[in-house]
């Protein structure tokens, strides 16, 4: 089956510009996460979608930080604006939505994001 | 808060030596945890579950709720394990808590 996809894979842009990363997951997969990785350090959950609702975005900056998944499938991720700080790795992810979860997240290749 | 911590940035072992990644959480409640891997220019990916018990290229983790560990064992390195290696804790409604990582480095 095809993988997560993410698009840009790199992007550089300056501080106080925006920026929008865009996320494709598996098919079927009702569960979307966008994961910001800074280098040194794991994952950390920026927002979770159930289809196109959002379960959790407590970690977003949302003054800066805004995220859809219309139509339940695809999503996008958006800073606006930028700051240095938010240079990092952004990760999408997906999985089946199961009574039980079985712990099982599908990674795209993520996106590097360089703010200078 | 839950939390997961893993002490080692770092771990370069020879090839055919023992491997431990150690794994600490932090959790009020029945823990479920699990490691995922990165290899070079490969996605993160899951390697293995505690609920399972499973050994998956070698490797066994077992869950010690008193010393509230999670540490990834293998008793014979071989040079493809050489990768990064992130212990992660489920937090409510499918979501995780990752470790920062550890690099293991495979020596010949």
């Known amino acids: 089956e095809a993988g997560v ?19 494709n997951p598996i098919s079927g997969h009702a569960t979307l996460y966008w994961y910001q990785q800074i280098l040194g350090q794991g994952p950390k959950l920026l927002i979770q979608f159930q289809n196109n609702g959002v379960v959790d975005d407590s970690q977003l900056p949302k003054d800066r930080f805004s995220a859809e998944r219309l139509k339940g499938v695809d ?4 800073i606006q604006p930028a700051k240095l700080e938010d240079s990092a790795v952004y990760l999408c992810a997906s999985s089946l939505f199961l009574a039980g979860f079985n712990g099982e997240q599908y990674f795209g290749p993520g996106t590097r994001l360089t703010v200078t | 808060a839950q939390r997961v ?9 020879f090839k055919g030596a023992p491997v431990e990644l150690k794994c600490n959480y932090s959790y009020s409640g029945s823990p479920e945890l699990f490691w995922y891997v990165q290899y070079s220019r490969q996605r993160l990916q899951l390697l293995l579950r505690h609920i ?10 077992d869950l010690n709720k008193g010393e509230t560990s999670f540490h990834l064992k293998k008793p014979f390195a071989q040079e493809e394990d050489s990768a990064m290696y992130y212990c992660a804790l489920v937090q409510g409604a499918q979501k995780l808590v990752f470790g920062q990582g550890t690099r293991l480095t495979i020596n010949p």
């Open chain 1, 5 to 23: 996809a993410q698009s840009p894979r790199y992007k550089i842009i300056e501080k106080r510009q925006s920026v929008a990363f865009w996320c």
């Open chain 2, 5 to 13: 911590t893993q002490p080692e940035k770092l771990l370069s072992v």
């Open chain 1, 75 to 78: 999503s996008t991720l958006k």
């Open chain 2, 52 to 61: 399972s018990r499973e050994s998956i290229k070698g490797f066994t983790a």
